[in-house]
Nanobody, 121 residues
Framework: QVQLVESGGGLVQPGGSLRLSCAASGSIFSIYAMGWYRQAPGKQRELVAAITSGGSTNYADSVKGRFTISRDNAKNTVYLQMNSLKPEDTAVYYC???????????????WGQGTQVTVSS
């Protein structure tokens, strides 16, 4: 059984910062990529940022220059540093991991439970 546990969401004023963390645990052979997605009320889930095991990153245009994704491969953990937050960043943020299971060596795509980020004065 593999779990993705997210933390770090909350309420912040516009211009503020938050750091999200997502730790993957369980029977994992290797992780190809981890990323963060978000879903605002009435909108589709969208990619925020992703990072491969080699460190290549991809960002949504709306967060470039403000958000930074990083990863600790030894801890199977991905982070999202969010600076200069705007009200339009308000959403539920979901962690995603694309990995090979250590029990059956099959590729899986798992999601975390989501963490709320609210940017408001």
């Amino acid at each position: 059984q593999v779990q993705l546990v997210e933390s770090g969401g909350g309420l912040v004023q516009p211009g503020g910062s938050l750091r999200l963390s997502c730790a993957a645990s369980g029977s994992i052979f290797s992780i190809y990529a981890m990323g963060w997605y978000r879903q605002a009320p009435g909108k589709q889930r969208e990619l925020v940022a992703a990072i491969t095991s080699g460190g290549s990153t991809n960002y949504a245009d709306s967060v470039k220059g403000r958000f930074t994704i990083s990863r600790d491969n030894a801890k199977n953990t991905v982070y999202l540093q969010m600076n200069s937050l705007k009200p339009e960043d308000t959403a539920v943020y979901y962690c995603n991991a694309d990995f090979i299971s250590g029990s059956d060596y099959v590729k899986y795509d798992y999601w975390g439970q989501g963490t709320q980020v609210t940017v408001s004065s």
